[in-house]
Nanobody
Framework: QVQLVESGGGLVQPGGSLRLSCAAS????????MAWYRQAPGKERELVAD???????SYVDSVEGRFTISRDNAKNTVYLQMNSLKPEDTAVYYC?????????WGQGTQVTVSS
């Protein structure tokens, strides 16, 4: 059974930074792609950033240049470095893994950007 555990969310002022982490149990990390999604109140869940098992990254336009996704296969962990945060980044952020090893989701971590 694969489990994804997110951490690093919290309250931050506009312009601030946070780093989210997602630790994966099981043996699928190195063969799967990883992604971060977010869901704001009253909105649909959206893909924020994606990193393939080969390290190719992609981002939604609204976070390009501010967020950076990375992965450490030795630690079975994916990160989302979020800089220059804006109030509109407020959402629950979810970690997702998909690929040959299956499709799994974390429980989510709240990020609130407010002064």
């Amino acid at each position: 059974q694969v489990q994804l555990v997110e951490s690093g969310g919290g309250l931050v002022q506009p312009g601030g930074s946070l780093r989210l982490s997602c630790a994966a149990s099981g043996s699928i990390f190195s063969i799967n792609n990883m992604a971060w999604y977010r869901q704001a109140p009253g909105k649909e869940r959206e893909l924020v950033a994606d990193i393939t098992r080969g390290g190719i990254k992609s981002y939604v336009d609204s976070v390009e240049g501010r967020f950076t996704i990375s992965r450490d296969n030795a630690k079975n962990t994916v990160y989302l470095q979020m800089n220059s945060l804006k109030p509109e980044d407020t959402a629950v952020y979810y970690c997702n893994t998909y690929g040959l090893g299956g499709d799994y989701w974390g429980q989510g971590t709240q990020v609130t950007v407010s002064s």
